[in-house]
């Protein structure tokens, strides 16, 4: 079992940043595998960033050189720094937690909501 705490978030105005955190407990391995998801209004859930425990990262194109993801593996934390946001990055983000060694799992956040808007 996973547990996963998201913060972060709001309103914030295009070209401005904001910071994403999540924190998860629980069974979570050196093959753990953390990132962010992200959903806007009739769209599916998509890919935005995923960093595993040896800080190996992947980025969709859409957020590559404006979004940075990082890992604290003695906290079991991830943070996504959003800089130079754009209204199409509102969305409702999600934080992942998954292994696929082993030990199989997948867990989500509960969400938490991104608004971009002037």
């Known amino acids: 079992q996973v547990q996963i705490v998201e913060s972060g978030g709001g309103l914030v105005q295009p070209g401005e940043s904001l910071q994403l955190y999540c924190v998860a407990s629980?069974?979570?391995?050196?093959?753990?595998?953390m990132g962010w998801y992200r959903q806007a209004p009739g769209n599916q859930r998509e890919l935005v960033a995923t960093?595993?425990?040896?800080?190996?990262?992947n980025y969709a194109d859409s957020v590559k050189d404006r979004f940075t993801i990082s890992r604290n593996n003695y906290k079991n934390s991830i943070t996504l720094q959003m800089n130079s946001l754009k209204p199409e990055d509102t969305a409702v983000y999600y934080c992942?937690?998954?292994?696929?060694?082993?030990?199989?799992?997948?867990?989500w956040g509960q969400g938490t909501q991104v608004t971009v808007s002037s």
């Open positions: 992942n937690v998954r292994n696929e060694v082993q030990v199989p799992y997948n867990y």
């Open positions: 629980g069974r979570i391995f050196s093959t753990t595998i």
């Open positions: 960093i595993t425990s040896d800080g190996d990262t």
